[in-house]
């Protein structure tokens, strides 16, 4: 099929459309750059060679009734358009993937399965309280924010009730998707809040177990299966499935619809509880993956598994821009996930709600000083002043604060208590990536097995033979952090556990150490050949 659009075309002289998202029954979505206000956003519009200028009036209708939505689980309607030959809408752009795309098989763990699920329980419950029902719950109507790991529920059937379009639309969805559908929408194209509760089972069982309940795809096959029947439960498949989520999810899979469970709400009661039973790490949908960034499926492979990205807000005086740009390039590099205003604020957005927004989401905030930064009074400058009140004013524990000196200054007195860096020292930035790893140790352990098997003093000592002088003890435990993390730190306290194995080593001979200088000895070299590393 020939698209409606193409890349680069300007739609309404400020929409630039970039590339084709994905086209459903009567529709296509595209992504699109806001020129006016600097942002992405989505662009739906109709195919208007299979429908009625009537009904492309009615998609509009449903567009605006969609958009009185306002929850952070639905993703947004921000304007509708229209012209001779098309209506479209301009939505939400959400960076992320949807459930669809990840790979197939893989069972989301436990307590994040259950965060998502809750979240969207909570949109469509409030969906439903404002007289809409979605009629499309699949995983490809549910996408997971990159940065957040969020989930938002998108993909309304905004057609709805409105002449042959919702024929139409119901008809090729039904095709495309059977196996989500209720057995009264396949046979009676009839959708109602009890359907979207069947579909919201049929997600929630492939959420967890990493497989459909009925196996059959065709439709009279499909329909025939959850017509008469119940499929078997989630926790025969996966062990770890608590009865009572086992059991809401069943009571979804009723074929009739007066047996189901009567209401979100009551799905969203038996969610917190486990929530609180099962608290749900946080992950991240990697921009360019398949799978959810700290695991994967149990009968898969091990490939490219990295735990969350450590969130790190950098705050600065505007003369000191050049050198936190270096450092946010730098840590980006290494593997962080750090905020700048100058990368990541688009024109036109508000500073201090974005500014404050970004400290609230962020997990250390590193606060660069120098002689610029700090007045002769002792206050520093107003984007440093906002992010220590916003960090202060979350709970204990929750936002760590790192000073870090780019040259000899003061420190102001609300960062006196805390210990700093000295950026300008030799062993500045590697102790920095130090107290940043053990953040992000206590932060996002690693996945229950994930831990790397226990490695030989004679691996950490080949590790340093490669080396053929002294090298700087920081410098080198970073470079081996990747390699015998899990086993040299403890999450909880990493600097105790790497220092008593330090201690061993030097008392056996086998390095030396002097002053922050680290080599290893003919002893160590000895020790190497005896294990043949």
């Given at each position: 099929m020939r698209n409606i659009w193409q890349p680069n075309e300007k739609?309404?002289?400020?929409?630039?459309?970039?590339?084709?998202?994905?086209?459903?029954?009567?529709?296509?979505?595209?992504?699109?750059?806001?020129?006016?206000?600097?942002?992405?956003?989505?662009i739906k519009t109709v195919v208007s060679s299979q429908v009625s200028g009537e009904d492309l009036d009615g998609f509009l209708q449903g567009a605006q009734l969609i958009a009185k939505l306002k929850h952070p689980g639905i993703s947004a309607i921000y304007d509708v358009g229209r012209d001779s030959d098309y209506r479209f809408i301009i939505m939400e752009y959400v960076e992320g993937r949807t459930l669809s795309q990840f790979e197939k098989g893989i069972e989301f763990p436990l307590g994040y399965g259950i965060r998502i699920a809750l979240q969207v329980c909570k949109a469509l419950?409030?969906?439903?309280?404002?007289?809409?029902?979605?009629?499309?719950i699949r995983p490809h109507n549910i996408l997971i924010e990159s940065y957040s790991g969020d989930a938002k529920l998108t993909g309304f059937d905004i057609a709805e009730n409105f002449g042959s379009l919702s024929r139409i639309a119901g008809a090729a969805q039904i095709l495309s998707s059977p196996a989500y559908k209720a057995p009264e929408q396949i046979a009676e194209r009839a959708s109602s809040p009890q359907s979207d509760i069947y579909s919201l089972g049929i997600t929630l069982y492939e959420l967890f177990t990493g497989r459909l309940p009925f196996q059959k795809q065709d439709v009279p096959s499909s329909f025939e299966d959850r017509s008469i029947q119940l499929p078997k439960p989630p926790n025969n498949f996966r062990g770890d499935i608590p009865p009572k989520l086992s059991d809401i999810i069943i009571k979804m899979l009723q074929p009739d619809p007066a047996n189901r469970i009567g209401s979100i709400s009551e799905i969203i009661t038996i969610l917190e509880e486990l929530s609180e039973e099962f608290p749900a790490i946080r992950y991240e949908v990697g921009e360019q993956s398949s799978k959810i960034e700290g695991f994967m499926a149990k009968d898969k492979p091990r490939r490219d598994i990295q735990r969350p990205r450590l969130k790190v807000f950098l705050c600065h005086a505007i003369?000191?821009?050049?050198?936190?740009?270096?450092?946010?390039?730098r840590l980006k590099k290494d593997g962080f996930a750090p905020w700048l205003d100058e990368e990541d604020l688009l024109p036109g957005q508000d500073w201090d709600f974005e500014v404050r927004r970004a400290v609230k989401a962020t997990d250390i905030v590193i606060i660069f000083l120098s002689q610029n930064s700090v007045t002769k009074t002792g206050y520093v400058q107003k984007e440093i002043r906002l992010a220590i009140d916003v960090a202060e004013e979350r709970p204990d524990g929750t936002t760590f604060i790192i000073p870090v000196r780019l040259e000899n200054c003061d420190v102001p007195d609300r960062l006196r208590r805390l210990h700093w860096v000295d950026l300008f020292t030799e062993n500045g930035y590697p102790r920095l990536v130090l107290a940043l790893k053990r953040r992000e140790a206590q932060l996002y352990p690693p996945p229950q097995g994930d831990a790397k098997k226990p490695n030989t003093m004679a691996q950490f000592l080949a590790k340093l033979a490669k080396h053929k002088k002294s090298i700087s003890l920081w410098e080198f435990l970073e470079s081996v952090r990747?390699?015998?993390y899990f086993t040299l730190w403890d999450p909880a306290d990493p600097w105790e556990d790497i220092d008593d194995y330090l201690s061993i080593l030097k008392e056996r001979g086998l390095i030396e150490i002097a002053g922050e200088k680290i080599s290893i000895t003919k002893s160590g070299l000895k020790y190497i050949q005896q294990y043949n590393v």
């Open positions: 739609i309404e002289g400020r929409y630039s459309l970039v590339h084709l998202i994905g086209r459903g029954g009567v529709s296509e979505v595209w992504l699109a750059v806001d020129t006016l206000l600097q942002r992405k956003v989505a419950l409030y969906a439903h309280q404002n007289g809409i029902v979605h009629r499309d003369e000191d821009k050049t050198i936190a740009r270096e450092h946010y390039v990747s390699d015998f």
